[in-house]
């Protein structure tokens, strides 16, 4: 993967996102932070192919956070406490735009 312009690690796993907005996933999968459900370890970074148009990415210890050019959230893994408990990433509905998010252990 070439020209990254954000990177994220969480526990075991990173996040990238390229020039172009596309979202790339490598690491450990066991609560698909990944983005991916079949998987649970990639060894080699993959494409999310749902996420466009990211301009950041965030890693929690087994969740993941990404901003678009939009102000849009997306959220996959798992935090523990249930709210993000997708594989595959799912937009948080909002009326306002969002501009920075951040991850911690468990939130």
């Given at each position: 993967?070439?020209?990254?312009?954000?990177?994220?690690?969480?526990?075991?796993?990173?996040?990238?996102?390229?020039?172009?907005?596309?979202?790339?996933?490598?690491?450990?999968?066991?609560?698909?932070?990944?983005?991916?459900?079949?998987?649970?370890?990639?060894?080699?970074?993959?494409?999310?192919?749902?996420?466009?148009?990211?301009?950041?990415?965030?890693?929690?210890?087994?969740?993941?956070?990404?901003?678009?050019?939009?102000g849009?959230?997306?959220?996959?893994?798992?935090?523990?406490?249930?709210?993000?408990?997708?594989?595959?990433?799912?937009?948080?509905?909002?009326?306002e735009?969002?501009?920075?998010?951040?991850?911690?252990?468990?939130?």
């Amino acid at each position: 993967v070439k020209d990254m312009q954000s990177v994220a690690c969480g526990e075991d796993f990173t996040l990238c996102v390229d020039q172009q907005g596309h979202v790339w996933s490598f690491g450990s999968n066991d609560m698909n932070q990944l983005g991916f459900k079949e998987q649970y370890h990639i060894v080699y970074p993959q494409q999310i192919e749902k996420l466009s148009n990211i301009t950041s990415v965030h890693c929690g210890r087994s969740h993941s956070a990404c901003l678009d050019a939009d102000g849009a959230l997306w959220i996959f893994g798992n935090s523990h406490y249930s709210w993000c408990n997708d594989s595959a990433p799912r937009k948080i509905k909002r009326d306002e735009k969002i501009c920075l998010i951040a991850c911690g252990g468990s939130h």
